[in-house]
């Protein structure tokens, strides 16, 4: 039905005042809704469901949820309680985006893009960043030679506190080895979950218990850790629940860890991924969850208010309780720490479908520039620490520019940047000349690390070699549990699984001295070889999930993975938009073979949790509906 038929069939309905919207027949609105997921197929049918969704809106916040709630149980998208709970903790971003939304607009189009693939990319919009100084002639600085430093990255923790060791791996949930149902709980189950994780479920606490243990027995210099505390129980997570996720994981790290510099991740607080900028209403604000972080962090990273000035000389310069950032100077040394908050940049943060949308949420742009430009001053290296990998599919498009644009006039002064989000092992590479890809083009390299949660692989934490004066990357060697194994539900033993130098340098020609480091030039050749030799570029596929449910990857798809290794700057990514579904640049699991949206029994990965699935979810199963002519 198109949006003109919509209208005449609700005229009667829309007229009536809001406090009387409760009692107009609600399944007339769910049917014209539903009809209008059916209708979308193409960029404009679905500006005009965004039509009909903002009519409902006019409605009021709890209309437009009953609306949805009744849309998600007739397409069966998910079991009730899911649709009821997913739709009910995320309204407020997505009641606020559509009630504002201008149909057709450069919001309206993103959104298209972004949630269901139906409308094209919209162009990266121009935006000026300011900067203080011009770009000066100053290169990356050559290894000192010097014995390397061990730093260990971990990611996606996802400790479920609710983990029962006994329940059932094979439910309907999102996640599972929780007792759902009395039919669930330990001992009324055939498909028993270990204590230490099952590949459907989040990380019981034992199993970062034992990561950690590992972790301190290498002795790091200090760790970083890239987010996500919280499980995946997305439909059910309160602030109360994320609160103790919060005590649990970072006591959890504190007691084991020396120095540890961690990220926000978009599941680190209530609703997931809602982090609304200054300019929306402070209501929506999740100032609890920056203070909550806050503390967490300023014990971990030994900054205590009264000593801030001294021992930190940036922390008074960051923005400790504002929105999740901060910029620190290692203790003695030339190495400024600056974690920054990409939630504002996630296309499944609906509190970013502003009209228009903002250019520099928050100012965090201004900040980094500001950051940077005092360590170009003091002649300082600097690691870029966040969750969302800015050149993931995940990422808007402007921002990821914007933010490459950052990363291209002081790529001298960064030594790297570090990511997870995806729970696979992947790399994203920076150029001056996205046109011109290549080896002397190569100036950045992001480090996407895999999750310590199971669910798309084996458990992992990376240790990376640093030189200890230029803070460069000088080689890593990835760590996982295999949980396959059959001794790793008695004890989950860690071992190295590969290493950046040996596995990947040795198919270069020359392959690399030990005393170099693994520049963005090494990863770009990394990328070359993978054209060259199929083997390089199916020992990698098979890495970014520990070789776990490693799907078929066609020439095509090597082609567009290729590519997005080389995509840093998302707009050049090659990943295309598939109508109808959502597809994670680097879900390839779910890309090429399974795609969880399609399957009622969807385990999600954290570019894959909440609403935005669940909508994407919902279309699918309309054009099923459609299909079989429903
Ligand atoms: C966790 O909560 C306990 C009890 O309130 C408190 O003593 C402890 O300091 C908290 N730990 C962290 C890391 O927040
Ligand atoms: C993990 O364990 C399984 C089962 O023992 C084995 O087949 C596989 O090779 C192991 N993987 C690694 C990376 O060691
Ligand atoms: C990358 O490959 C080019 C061309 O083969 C070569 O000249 C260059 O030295 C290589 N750089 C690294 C770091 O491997």
């Given amino acids: 039905m198109k949006l003109a038929f919509l209208l005449a069939a609700l005229f009667p309905i829309a007229h009536l005042p809001e406090a009387q919207a409760a009692n107009a027949p609600l399944d007339i609105w769910v049917k014209q809704i539903w009809n209008e997921f059916k209708d979308a197929v193409d960029c404009g049918t679905c500006q005009a469901l965004l039509g009909g969704l903002k009519l409902a809106a006019g409605f009021g916040e709890e209309f437009l949820k009953d609306v949805l709630i009744g849309v998600c149980d007739s397409s069966r998208a998910d079991d009730p309680d899911v649709c009821a709970g997913i739709m009910t903790n995320e309204l407020p971003g997505v009641y606020y985006a559509i009630k504002n939304m201008h149909v057709g607009s450069h919001t309206a189009k993103t959104l298209c893009s972004a949630l269901v693939g139906l409308c094209d990319f919209p162009n990266v919009r121009p935006y000026d960043l300011k900067f203080p100084s011009p770009k000066p002639d100053k290169r990356r600085p050559p290894p000192s030679g010097k014995a390397p430093l061990k730093v260990v990255h971990f990611t996606d923790t996802h400790v479920d506190l609710s983990y029962e060791a006994g329940s059932n791996s094979e439910c309907t949930k999102p996640i599972c080895c929780r007792t759902f149902e009395a039919q669930d709980a330990p001992g009324m189950t055939s498909n028993p979950c270990g204590p230490f994780g099952n590949t459907k479920c989040d990380a019981p606490e034992q199993l970062q218990a034992s990561m950690m243990t590992a972790i301190a027995s290498m002795n790091p210099a200090f760790s970083i850790y890239t987010g996500d505390v919280v499980a995946h129980d997305v439909w059910l997570v309160d602030k109360a629940e994320v609160l103790e996720d919060f005590n649990k994981t970072y006591g959890m790290i504190e007691a084991h860890l020396g120095l540890v510099y961690p990220a926000m991740g978009n599941h680190d607080t209530a609703p997931l991924n809602l982090v609304p900028s200054d300019k929306l209403p402070g209501r929506f604000n999740p100032q609890w969850a920056y203070d909550a972080l806050t503390s967490s962090w300023f014990a971990l990273t030994g900054a205590e208010s009264v000593s801030h000035a001294t021992k930190y000389g940036s922390y008074s310069a960051m923005h400790p309780n504002k929105y999740g950032s901060y910029s620190a100077v ?188 693994l520049t963005p030039a090494f990863w770009h050749n990394i990328t070359v070889a993978m054209e060259n030799d199929p083997s390089v570029f199916d020992s990698y596929w098979a890495r970014r999930t520990r070789g776990y449910k490693v799907p078929s990857c066609s020439a095509d798809c090597q082609r567009t993975q290729i590519c997005a290794l080389r995509g840093a700057d998302a707009q050049y990514s090659c990943v295309k938009r598939t109508p109808g579904l959502s597809l994670s640049k680097r879900g390839g699991v779910d890309e090429v073979r399974d795609h969880p949206l399609l399957s009622k029994r969807f385990h999600p990965e954290c570019n894959h949790a909440g609403m935005a699935p669940l909508l994407a979810k919902i279309a699918y199963q309309a054009q099923v509906a459609r299909a079989n002519g429903e």
Avoid: C
Avoid at 437 to 450: C, K, L, V
């Fill in 330 to 517: 290692h203790p003695n040394s030339n190495l400024r720490i600056i974690s920054y908050n990409s939630i504002f940049y996630y296309k499944y943060n609906f509190f970013s479908y502003t009209e228009p949308m903002e250019y520099d949420p928050d100012g965090q742009f201004a900040w980094l520039i500001n950051e940077l430009q005092s360590a170009e001053s003091a002649n300082q290296r600097v690691w870029l620490i966040s969750h969302i990998p800015s050149g993931d599919i995940d990422h808007f498009r402007d921002h990821s520019h914007y933010f490459d644009q950052i990363v291209q006039r002081y790529e001298a002064t960064i030594a790297a940047l570090f990511y997870g989000h995806t729970h696979t092992d992947a790399f994203q590479i920076s150029y001056s000349d996205y046109k011109n890809r290549n080896h002397n083009t190569a100036n950045s390299i992001g480090y996407i690390a895999p999750s310590m949660t199971p669910t798309s692989g084996s458990p992992s934490f990376r240790v990376y070699e640093i030189d200890p004066e230029t803070y460069a990357v000088m080689d890593y060697t990835q760590y996982i549990a295999n949980i396959t194994d059959p001794s790793f539900q008695a004890n989950p033993v860690w071992i190295p699984y590969y290493s950046a130098k040996k596995d990947y340098g040795s198919t270069l020609a020359p392959s690399p001295p030990d005393t170099a480091e």
